[in-house]
């Protein structure tokens, strides 16, 4: 029976590993990246997955090793021991410091998607809203994006926005910047397919910024339980050319307008 515990045990990293292997064979693997960044964030992904694999399979074979070498039936002599100071040292330290290798290997990620700002003055780190205007608010609400483009007049948070529900439609090929806001609860915001998840916080403006480098519709979900229907949170994300956008965004402005005045004829509005 123990010889037979140690081939289950070692199953574990053998499947483990033929999952990584295959997968992406089946489209079962990460979703296409369409971002500008996003090689940055998969580089950082596959770095950690390599490092704690490698660390995964060798302690799986260390555990077979044991199982099959020390096994009861054959082997029942028992050596106790109080430990060693000196080992338990060393296994301390060296996962501390691979976790601080990685912290610092990390930062550059997280600079370049979080840090350095488009809307940021010279030095790429601090800015004000008026060097670059947001692209659209989204404000996460149970359980929809609310969506808010600057009308006519390019400001946003006037009589003049433009208001759309899950159907986010944004310019490819350029700097993106969101405002991203939460009318209730703690929502998050992620786009997996432009690498891009973001907490939406209540109380709290948070800019998100990137830049799509391929047209195409792809998911808007929330990656924060923000309820009893954060299943059904979803919505999508398409990029188009330019004048495809201006196009879409005179159209949409032309509807609510038109809206809005059928509703002042007939006197539900002032």
């Known amino acids: 029976m123990g010889k037979f515990w140690a081939l289950v045990f070692l199953l574990v990293p053998v499947l483990g590993v033929a999952c990584f292997v295959f997968a992406p064979v089946y489209q079962h693997w990460l979703p296409i990246d369409v971002s500008q960044e996003g090689h940055t964030i998969d580089h950082l992904f596959y770095f950690i997955l390599w490092l704690t694999g490698v660390v995964f399979v060798g302690t799986e074979i260390a555990l077979f090793w044991f199982m099959l070498r020390y096994d009861g039936a054959a082997n029942r002599k028992v050596n106790y021991t109080h430990g060693s100071h000196s080992l338990e040292i060393i296994w301390t330290i060296i996962p501390a410091a691979t976790l601080l290798f990685i912290a610092i290997y990390q930062m550059n990620a997280w600079a370049d998607s979080k840090i350095r700002n488009p809307a940021a003055g010279p030095d790429g780190i601090l800015g004000t809203a008026d ?43 350029e700097e993106i910047l969101v405002d991203l806001k939460s009318a209730d609860v703690l929502h998050s915001f992620f ?30 979900v929330c990656a924060e339980l923000c309820g009893w229907g954060h299943y059904k949170m979803k919505g999508r994300v398409t990029f188009v050319s330019r004048g495809e956008f201006d196009e879409w965004l005179d159209e949409k402005y032309r509807e609510q307008t038109a809206t809005v005045d059928s509703q002042v004829a007939q006197g539900d509005v002032e």
Request: net charge neutral; hydrophobic share 40%; no cysteine.
């Open 131 to 173: 060097d670059m205007p947001p692209t659209v608010e989204v404000t996460a609400r149970q359980f929809e994006w609310r969506l808010r483009y600057p009308g006519k007049n390019g400001i946003l948070g006037d009589q003049d926005d433009v208001h759309v529900v899950n159907d986010l439609r944004l310019p490819v090929q």
């Open 191 to 220: 786009l997996p397919n432009l690498r891009v998840k973001q907490d939406a916080v209540p109380g709290m403006k948070i800019p998100v910024w990137f830049r799509a480098t391929e047209k195409g519709s792809f998911d808007i």
